[in-house]
């Protein structure tokens, strides 16, 4: 039986119009709160297939952003780590296989999924009991050699 594939833009499609529809039935703070169990939900499965056992943060970050490469979600994602509790996360061009629905929901005002950042913060909490912040994101970066950029910082729980 040979693999399927979704295509990415149907994949785009489908993250766009459910997230737009929750936040138009729902409002801003239901889709938050979406958006943050499905991160939970996520990590939930995700650690049953990948190494868990208890690392740094930072190594935590690397090894799921693996796991998110090798699935395909993403091309590459560069983590630099500032301090024990600061990192920001650059984004390959070609990256977010949602990235046009990201687009699309913040022009609408709507929280974006942010699949892999919401998965990471599950993740973090649990093997590291670290809180996760994503302070800044940056998008729209068509001159620039990558796709998007994020500061995350952690603090004890």
């Not at 609408?108 to 009991?129: F, G, K, Q, W």
Request: proline letters at 2%.
């Amino acid at each position: 039986m040979s693999e399927r594939v979704i295509d990415r833009d149907f994949f785009d499609l489908e993250t766009y119009a459910v997230y737009s529809a929750i936040n138009r039935l729902f409002g801003k703070e239901a889709t938050q709160r979406v958006i943050n169990l499905f991160g939970e939900l996520a990590w939930r499965d995700i650690k049953k297939r990948i190494k868990v056992e208890m690392q740094s943060a930072y190594d935590v970050m690397r090894n799921l952003a693996g796991y998110f490469k090798d699935v395909g979600y993403i091309t590459g994602l560069d983590i630099e780590k500032i301090n024990e509790y600061e990192f920001i996360a650059t984004f390959h061009k070609g990256s977010g296989a949602a990235y046009g629905a990201v687009m699309r929901l913040k022009a609408e005002n709507a929280p974006p999924p942010h699949y892999l950042t919401t998965t990471m913060s599950a993740a973090i909490r649990d093997v590291c009991n670290m809180k996760f912040n994503l302070i800044h994101t940056e998008l729209d970066t068509a001159e620039k050699e990558y796709e998007a950029r994020e500061r995350w910082v952690l603090t004890k729980i």
